[in-house]
């Protein structure tokens, strides 16, 4: 699958507006989105031998073929992403806390706020998101880029990403509005970061802190929009002028409240080094 | 802007002060009426009437008039005449310019010869030479003081005239303006009073400068989406009218009728006629409704293109689907006030009308719903892009409705034939009782939290319905259970009876799998009750009714022979065989009684042991007094 963006910065002061005026082009109320998002980073595992390496005369299997250009190929960073609410933050982990010091906060009751709401973090679902370095070279002026989404195994996301060989890097949350027209889906949104800790966790983190804790990216607290549109089949050239046509209406159409325009492909760069 | 302020605008007029004098008006008399001899009050008079009644351009008018009167020929006629006095009066005037242009041509050629030459025609450079004419200035000899003030005076006139002229456009257009601003106050008025009903004004997408409002429905197909909108217009006297374009303005709706053995036997109601038919509120409300409607019809149309298979049958402007054998439903498309004149035509009977109106309340709730499923999908993440058109499917509309109605009716059906068998065993005096939940599948309290409770609610009758029956047999441990399930919108299509049956005497008899047709069904339903009596009589000897002992022991015994053609055969101890024979259906139960013969042959037959053959019959009104079931197999059982 292909995903073809379009992105614009919007500032703090023209969020609300810009919400309302998405709202009406769209006839559609915003559907809120809190996101938390891991990174992971793929790592060769030690000991892995690449085999037949130089001239060999065997013709290689297909098979094999694709093995070795799977286990060869370019190493990614990808995301894990789980879906939030705004009660998952702040509400305490209902998971027995076994052998973890810093998970009862002294002072509550525990099972007394538990009837409220908790957040499971065995229960909270994954999608695996690989996102590709934009196509380079391409003369539209849209972002271009390979993708693939894959839903996961619920709760412990570690284990299983540990196995595939990725190693977990840091995390961070997108709250923001998604809007959908016709084909093209709006999202309005931001970057939080978690408030800092003293001891760097080397995992997701079980429970959340409040919202209020939570500190935008950008410090102005400005907004992301980002159009986007995916196409099946990227191969086909008149698809991906389609998809990219109804960008640029969407772009002439919110002309006069933001500018809409295409990534620096490298700061999109997803490749680990 | 306060209206105190006012700006004389037209000249004033200074009355003078030394009127004409006297001489010169009888002068003025003389020549223009002659002698005074002939000027007198009446001929004055006349004149004035006749100039008061005088048209400026009534010479013109007269002689068109008199044109109107000729043929076409001589008009023609006159028309090539006037168009070459047309051309002859351009000639004339070309001949002059040229005359003109050649005098000046010369007058110049002394100065600059060259120049004027270039304008001068070849004629007269031939007759005269170049410079042959010169031109002096002269000092006109000084005008005399009546002239100059005659000159004057006429200017003075001419200036008084058109101040007076400015200042009558300047009050025109001060006029036209101030209708033109309470025109429009009334105008936007009439907006806001729109606006403040609730509905939505907007810019119109195709005419920026106009404002239109909007009453579709967002989520219909896009056709009939995009006439929701209509521009407000303003008469000329400022109030406000709904220009829909080219959309006839005549209020439409879906006509559903039930028709039973060819008869109109139901009719929905019309909608109410509105009380203020005149005001934009108004017409706007039946402008959406009739978009609603004609969507509506236009949905029901399309799905019923797919429900051929399924006896539905489309005209130009009529949808009909059967419900029964003898009953069909009809909708139509109909103008509103062509209702009122074909609403008594053809209805028979308003039997079904309640039936009609609640089918016309339920397609509408099932467009409002299917409505709501398409702001669900819209407002979906969209899949990837791909070459193929997503299509929308057809909406729920006819499909459920069908089913109800296929559903409600042979669950009556078979709820009746209970009913029939019931009484039948009740007048034999078997109690043989059973249990109808009718729609079983249909739970409105089935909770779903996504889902707004509406839809929920409009979502249950999207499923297949199911209705159950069950209920114990007469012989003990035996008992049935009746699923018939009606589902339109997959396959298998229809209504189909699900009969299981627990019976421990007949293990091995299983009723057909999936029963389709009623006869069928009435048939399999019946013949296990059949087996069920015949497995009663046949135990009802252990269970005496009230007979003694010695009485029982005198009994035959009956033993099913040939139980699904419902025979039973008794052996007595005499060697005597009988035979019984037990009919069942949904009118009467039957039961026949043969003395077969004996089986020991050589002892005759004591006449009066050979019984005639016996009967009884059980119908389904019960006649009183008649022995029952039970008391007549006992009474046959006596040796």
């Known amino acids: 699958m292909h995903e073809l963006l379009l992105f614009a910065s919007v500032p703090a002061h023209q969020h609300h507006e810009l919400l309302q005026q998405l709202a009406g082009l769209t006839a559609m109320q915003p559907c809120h989105r809190l996101e938390r998002r891991l990174i992971f980073k793929a790592y060769r595992k030690p000991g892995l031998i690449n085999t037949r390496v130089g001239a060999s005369q065997d013709l290689q299997g297909n098979e094999m073929q694709r093995l070795n250009k799977m286990l060869n190929g370019g190493m990614f960073y990808t995301q894990v992403v789980g879906s939030l609410s705004e009660a998952d933050f702040g509400a305490q982990s209902s998971a027995v806390p076994s052998g973890d010091p810093d998970a009862p906060m002294s002072g509550i009751v525990p099972g007394e706020k538990n009837e409220t709401h908790s957040y499971t973090y065995e229960n909270q679902p994954w999608k695996l998101e690989f996102r590709d370095i934009p196509e380079a070279g391409t003369r539209s002026a849209v972002t271009t880029r390979l993708m693939a989404s894959a839903s996961l195994p619920k709760g412990d996301i570690m284990t299983p990403m540990n196995a595939w060989g990725y190693s977990f890097v840091t995390e961070y949350v997108v709250e923001g509005d998604i809007f959908i027209l016709n084909d093209i889906v709006i999202f309005l949104h931001r970057v939080l970061h978690y408030p800092t800790e003293s001891p760097e966790s080397h995992g997701p983190r079980r429970q959340l802190p409040s919202f209020q804790q939570m500190s935008p990216l950008e410090r102005t607290g400005s907004y992301i929009l980002q159009a986007s549109i995916t196409v099946q089949d990227g191969g086909n050239q008149e698809m991906m002028k389609t998809a990219s046509q109804h960008l640029f209406g969407l772009r002439e159409q919110l002309k006069s409240a933001v500018r809409l325009e295409q990534a620096d492909r490298l700061s999109l760069d997803t490749r680990a080094k | ?639």
């Open chain 2, 1 to 639: 802007m306060s209206d105190s302020f006012s700006l004389p605008l037209r000249p004033v007029s200074e009355k003078r002060e030394r009127p004409d004098p006297l001489p010169v008006e009888i002068a003025q008399i003389n020549a223009q009426y002659g002698s005074f001899r002939d000027v007198t009050e009446d001929s004055l008079r006349a004149k004035i009437e006749a100039d008061k009644n005088k048209d400026p351009w009534a010479d013109e008018e007269e002689s068109d008039k008199a044109s109107v009167d000729e043929d076409t020929t001589e008009r023609l006629d006159q028309l090539y005449k006037r168009r070459a006095a047309i051309n002859q009066f351009a000639h004339q005037a070309h001949m002059e310019a040229m005359f003109a242009l050649d005098f000046v041509s010369l007058l110049l050629s002394k100065h600059t010869p060259r120049q004027a030459e270039m304008s001068m025609s070849a004629y007269l450079k031939q007759v005269a030479p170049l410079g042959s004419l010169n031109a002096e200035i002269v000092s006109p000899p000084p005008k005399p003081d009546s002239a100059a003030t005659d000159i004057k005076t006429v200017s003075r006139g001419w200036r008084m005239q058109n101040f007076n002229a400015a200042a009558n456009k300047l009050l025109d257009s001060a006029n036209r303006l101030e209708t033109e601003v309470t025109s429009e106050t009334k105008y936007w008025n009439e907006v806001l009073a729109v606006k403040e009903k609730g509905w939505k004004v907007c810019r119109l997408p195709r005419e920026r400068q106009a404002l239109g409002v909007q009453y579709g429905f967002l989520e219909a197909t896009p056709i009939f989406r995009d006439r929701g909108l209509a521009a407000l217009r303003r008469t000329n006297d400022g109030s406000l009218i709904l220009d829909k374009g080219l959309v006839p303005p005549k209020a439409r709706t879906v006509r559903v009728r039930v028709r039973s053995r060819s008869q109109i036997t139901g009719c929905s109601k019309r909608r109410p006629a509105s009380d203020n038919a005149e005001s934009v509120e108004s017409r706007i409300l039946q402008a959406r409704d009739t978009v609603y409607e004609e969507e509506l019809f236009h949905e029901l149309v399309r799905e019923a293109r797919i429900l051929g298979s399924q006896g539905v049958t489309t005209r130009q402007n009529l949808v009909q689907f059967p419900v029964s054998k003898e009953q069909e439903v009809l909708l139509d498309l109909v103008d509103d006030d062509q209702g009122s004149l074909f609403e008594d035509e053809g209805v028979s009977s308003h039997e079904h009308d309640v039936v009609a109106d609640a089918l016309a309340h339920g397609i509408r709730i099932l467009l409002a719903h299917a409505h709501r499923q398409n702001l669900r999908r819209r407002t979906q993440p969209p899949p990837p892009l791909v070459p193929k058109r997503r299509q929308t499917p057809e909406y729920q509309l006819l499909r459920p409705v069908m089913a109800y109605l296929q559903h409600s009716s042979q669950v009556r059906w078979l709820e009746s034939l209970f009913k029939d068998i019931h009484q039948v065993l009740k007048s034999a005096g078997i109690t043989w009782d059973f249990t109808a939940t009718p729609f079983s599948s249909l739970s409105l309290k089935r909770a779903n939290n996504e889902l707004p409770k509406v839809e929920t609610l409009v979502q249950e009758f999207l499923l297949p319905y199911e209705s159950t029956f069950a209920g114990q047999l007469v012989a003990p441990q035996s008992s049935f259970r009746v699923k018939v399930r009606t589902n339109v919108t997959s396959p298998p299509f229809g209504t189909h009876y699900e009969i299981s049956v627990h019976m421990p005497q007949y293990p091995d008899v299983r009723p057909p799998n999936r029963i389709g047709l009623q006869d069928e069904a009435a048939f399999v339903l019946t013949h296990f009750v059949l087996l069920d009596i015949l497995t009663s009589i046949t135990q009802a000897k252990r269970s005496p009714l009230n007979g003694s002992k010695q009485e029982t022991d005198r009994r035959l015994t009956w033993d099913t022979a040939y139980p699904h053609s419902g025979e039973l055969l008794a052996l007595s101890s005499t060697g005597l065989c009988k035979k019984m024979k037990v009919s069942l259906s949904r009118h009467e139960l039957t039961v026949q009684v043969y003395s077969v013969g004996r089986i020991d042959a050589l002892d005759p037959s004591p006449a009066d042991q050979t019984p005639a053959m016996r009967s009884q019959t059980w119908k389904l009104d019960g006649t009183p007094g008649q022995c029952s079931l039970m008391d007549f197999v006992a009474e046959v059982s006596k040796e």
